[in-house]
């Protein structure tokens, strides 16, 4: 009995303790802007991350940067990406989240971006690639003053 005890707690703890593989040249999305739209007029939004790394310290988190374009507004963000839950299916894999990005600058066409993602990507068992992936931001952007809250949502192309 106790033999069965000590190989279940040394399964269940490494589950607990399994290291999450290092994706964040994912969220850069090969060096294509993310193509999106913002406010209730759904203006054409462009995101693009130009930096992402890991978190030494906590794997589930990405610290990433780039920038917006709305019109002619071109903005400079950086923030982060956490991932809260993960979905394994037989090919189809979901990884769902929440992220935070503050722009640069005090006007009022700068503020932060806030929401939730969802990952979802085939899993080719025999080349161990992943295939077929799907990228989706949503959420709210609202200015630092307070004065503009807007609905938008981003995704790869």
């Not at 920038?67 to 993960?86: C, H, P, Q, R």
């Not at 005090?106 to 932060?112: P, W």
């Not at 799907?134 to 004065?147: N, P, R």
Request: proline share 3%; net charge positive; hydrophobic share 35%.
């Amino acid at each position: 009995m106790m033999k069965n005890l000590t190989l279940l707690f040394l399964l269940i703890s490494g589950f607990a303790f399994a290291q999450m593989p290092n994706i964040s040249n994912v969220w850069m999305n090969n060096s294509q802007p993310y193509l999106g739209n913002i406010s209730t007029e759904k203006m054409p939004m462009k995101v693009r991350i130009t930096i992402s790394e890991q978190d030494k310290k906590d794997d589930q988190e990405y610290f990433v940067s780039g920038f917006s374009l709305v019109e002619n507004t071109n903005t400079k963000f950086e923030g982060k990406l956490k991932i809260t839950k993960y979905k394994p299916g037989k090919k189809r894999n979901t990884v769902f989240g929440e992220y935070e990005l503050a722009e640069e600058g005090t006007g009022k066409h700068s503020g932060i971006l806030k929401g939730k993602f969802i990952y979802t990507f085939m899993w080719n068992k025999k080349s161990e690639k992943i295939e077929k992936q799907f990228i989706e931001f949503f959420g709210t952007w609202k200015s630092y003053d307070g004065a503009l809250n807007y609905p938008m949502n981003w995704r790869n192309q």
